[in-house]
């Protein structure tokens, strides 16, 4: 039983294609979250969704677009993909996101590759 | 803003040798320190927390304390394994935000 599964694991495609990774959690938390994690390992939050309302949005481009249809499902689509876009993208979930000692569950990660 | 340092690595260590991988933070108020590891091709995964000041976070082996007044989280463990290896990341967060800042990663060798 898998806590937070992303799909696909791995995706390559062309520059100027549009993707879209899925993240789905059954742990029943309220807030879930987009990472990008880049070759040097360096860990970025790009949005989170509390409750399916959005309450982080960092300065990604908008080419980025989340789209949480209920609270156990965040999805990512990335239009017009870029080579710069090539990274790990890790979905997390948490209980209460705000209260400051909940922590973090990952996915295994979805490795972009834009050619 | 909030914000977590860490030592660079890599860190390339013998089986069975004392690790210390350091950490300091910059926060207001009381945030909550965590460490992460993550082994190759999977996700993060929480190895230990501490929520307080004077908290010490244990699990495996490792251990963490929660230090106010150096404002640091230092991660050690008295006796490492090859399977240890690993990237180990500091990150804090803060009550009434829905931040997680990680600090940059590093990354723990362990040789047989």
């Known amino acids: 039983d898998t806590a937070v599964s992303q799909t696909p694991k791995y995706l390559v495609t062309q520059m100027g294609n549009d993707k879209s990774i899925k993240c789905e959690q059954n742990l029943g938390h309220d807030t879930m979250y987009w990472y990008k994690q880049d070759s040097k390992k360096f860990l970025k939050i790009m949005f989170s969704y509390n409750n399916k309302e959005l309450i982080i949005n960092e300065t990604v481009p908008n080419r980025f677009s989340p789209k949480s249809p209920d609270k156990a499902h965040l999805n990512l689509h990335i239009n017009s993909l870029e080579l710069g876009d090539s990274a790990v993208y890790f979905c997390a979930s948490s209980q209460g996101g705000g209260a400051g000692a909940n922590v973090l569950t990952f996915g295994a990660g979805s490795r972009l590759t834009v050619l | 803003g909030d914000s977590v340092t860490q030592m660079e690595g890599p860190v390339t260590l013998s089986e069975e040798a004392f690790l210390t991988i350091n950490c300091t933070y910059t926060?207001?108020?009381?945030?909550?320190l965590f460490w992460y590891v993550q082994y190759p091709g999977e996700g993060l995964q929480l190895l230990l927390k501490a929520t307080k000041a004077d908290d010490k976070g244990s699990n495996k082996g490792f251990e963490a304390t929660y230090r106010k007044e150096t404002t640091s989280f230092h991660l050690e463990k008295g006796s490492v394994q090859v399977s240890d290896s690993a990237v180990y990341f500091c990150a804090l967060s803060r009550s009434g935000t829905y931040k997680y800042i990680f600090g940059t990663g590093t990354r723990l060798k362990v040789l047989a």
């Open positions: 926060a207001t108020g009381y945030p909550s």
